[in-house]
């Protein structure tokens, strides 16, 4: 390396910002040595890499990331879709732990997080144009009904995707991480027939989503395992309001209840500020089990029954697996499901 031409050639030329033909100049090197260097190319010596990168450092040079996505055909950018209204994202826990652990993943990348989520007479056509154009090298698609059966084209159209969640369409092949949903369930309702609890029910997620469909499952022969008869059903929507209106329900169709399953912890909130109201004690007059283990708590500091859902852990693997289907392409990628476990607090446990 000349060091003589170094750093002057940026000083007679007077740039604010250094260019590629500088940074190969300070580092000696040719200009094609140091873009292949600079975008992960073959054919480049240790040693003129180390100079590149040595170079970079001492210009502050900041690659163009235009000419860059031409080299590499990438952009630098992975899509997280959100099929749900802008007002349900943010309200819901969820979705912040989710958003916080693909970002985690993304960390120690040079790729950017594109959020992309529904709202009222949203086209879905639109987003698949979106993610069809080149926008974006891979996309994680998180909380789809079956309704949104144009997600599971994406795996069509040559786009790398990952699932939070498992599909409706197994079958596709697509990779996805998620929580034994089934088994969650079922541990709810072993749970309280092991409290005693022997008149039960359940506020079950919406019935167009998979999660929502393996838990109310896994309760059903957690019931049947425990030796009791199928129980009532209210269909919620996972939020507080909805849990309060299913629990409202509930209680006009079976008041004996003494057990209450709902299938997320803000639907238990739900039906704890329900009876509550109703002038019921939780958990004397009824036990209430939840599923998310977020951390919150009901109305004077009760903590929640619930099966711990590990969102940000399970957000993080979604984001690894997007990023290896990015660098490989072909690997086929298997499911990745954590287990159930269910922590008991005081909702559930006089």
Same mark, same amino acid.
């Given at each position: 390396?000349?060091?003589?031409?170094?750093?002057?050639?940026?000083?007679?030329?007077?740039?604010?910002?250094?260019? #590629?033909?500088?940074?190969?100049?300070?580092?000696?090197?040719?200009?094609?040595?140091?873009?292949?260097?600079?975008?992960?190319?073959?054919?480049?010596?240790?040693?003129?890499?180390?100079?590149?990168?040595?170079?970079?450092?001492?210009?502050?040079?900041?690659?163009?990331?235009?000419?860059?996505?031409?080299?590499?055909?990438?952009?630098?950018?992975?899509?997280?879709?959100?099929?749900?209204?802008?007002?349900?994202?943010?309200?819901?826990?969820?979705?912040?732990?989710?958003?916080?652990?693909?970002?985690?993943?993304?960390?120690?990348?040079?790729?950017?997080?594109?959020?992309?989520?529904?709202?009222?007479?949203?086209?879905?056509?639109?987003?698949?144009?979106? #993610?069809?154009?080149?926008?974006?090298?891979?996309?994680?698609?998180?909380?789809?009904?079956?309704?949104?059966?144009?997600?599971?084209?994406?795996?069509?159209?040559?786009?790398?995707?990952?699932?939070?969640?498992?599909?409706?369409?197994?079958?596709?092949?697509?990779?996805?991480?998620?929580?034994?949903?089934?088994?969650?369930?079922?541990?709810?309702?072993?749970?309280?027939?092991?409290?005693?609890?022997?008149? #039960?029910?359940?506020?079950?997620?919406?019935?167009?989503?998979?999660?929502?469909?393996?838990?109310?499952?896994?309760?059903?022969?957690?019931?049947?395992?425990?030796?009791?008869?199928?129980?009532?059903?209210?269909?919620?929507?996972?939020?507080?309001?909805?849990?309060?209106?299913?629990?409202?329900?509930?209680?006009?169709?079976?008041?004996?209840?003494?057990?209450?399953?709902?299938?997320?912890?803000?639907?238990?909130?739900?039906?704890?500020?329900?009876?509550?109201?109703?002038?019921?004690?939780?958990?004397?007059?009824?036990?209430?089990?939840?599923?998310?283990?977020?951390?919150?708590?009901?109305?004077?500091?009760?903590? #929640?029954?619930?099966?711990?859902?590990?969102?940000?852990?399970?957000?993080?693997?979604?984001?690894?697996?997007?990023?290896?289907?990015?660098?490989?392409?072909?690997?086929?990628?298997?499911?990745?499901?954590?287990?159930?476990?269910?922590?008991?607090?005081?909702?559930?446990?006089?």
């Amino acid at each position: 390396m000349n060091e003589k031409t170094s750093r002057p050639v940026l000083a007679k030329v007077g740039r604010q910002s250094p260019t #590629l033909e500088d940074l190969a100049t300070a580092a000696g090197v040719s200009r094609s040595t140091a873009s292949r260097a600079i975008n992960g190319g073959l054919k480049v010596s240790p040693e003129a890499k180390a100079a590149v990168e040595a170079a970079i450092v001492a210009l502050g040079y900041t690659p163009n990331q235009a000419a860059r996505s031409l080299v590499t055909r990438r952009t630098a950018s992975v899509a997280l879709v959100i099929p749900e209204p802008d007002a349900r994202v943010m309200m819901d826990p969820y979705f912040a732990a989710v958003i916080t652990g693909v970002n985690d993943a993304l960390r120690d990348t040079d790729m950017q997080l594109v959020l992309l989520m529904s709202r009222a007479g949203d086209d879905s056509a639109r987003t698949l144009r979106y #993610l069809r154009g080149g926008h974006v090298d891979g996309a994680i698609v998180v909380s789809h009904h079956r309704a949104d059966d144009w997600v599971e084209t994406l795996g069509t159209i040559g786009l790398p995707t990952v699932f939070i969640g498992r599909p409706w369409n197994t079958g596709s092949g697509l990779p996805f991480v998620d929580l034994d949903n089934f088994e969650g369930g079922r541990l709810a309702a072993r749970h309280l027939a092991g409290e005693g609890r022997i008149h #039960l029910a359940t506020v079950a997620g919406p019935t167009d989503m998979t999660a929502a469909v393996d838990r109310l499952e896994g309760w059903l022969q957690g019931l049947k395992e425990a030796g009791l008869q199928a129980a009532p059903v209210v269909h919620g929507d996972f939020t507080t309001a909805g849990g309060a209106e299913a629990a409202r329900n509930l209680f006009a169709q079976a008041p004996e209840l003494d057990g209450v399953f709902a299938a997320s912890d803000l639907m238990a909130l739900g039906v704890v500020d329900t009876l509550r109201a109703a002038g019921r004690r939780v958990p004397e007059d009824v036990a209430v089990v939840g599923f998310d283990n977020h951390d919150i708590q009901a109305a004077n500091g009760l903590g #929640l029954t619930t099966v711990a859902h590990p969102m940000m852990e399970i957000a993080k693997q979604a984001g690894q697996l997007l990023i290896r289907a990015i660098e490989n392409p072909g690997e086929q990628l298997e499911p990745v499901i954590y287990p159930a476990e269910l922590v008991v607090r005081g909702s559930s446990a006089c």
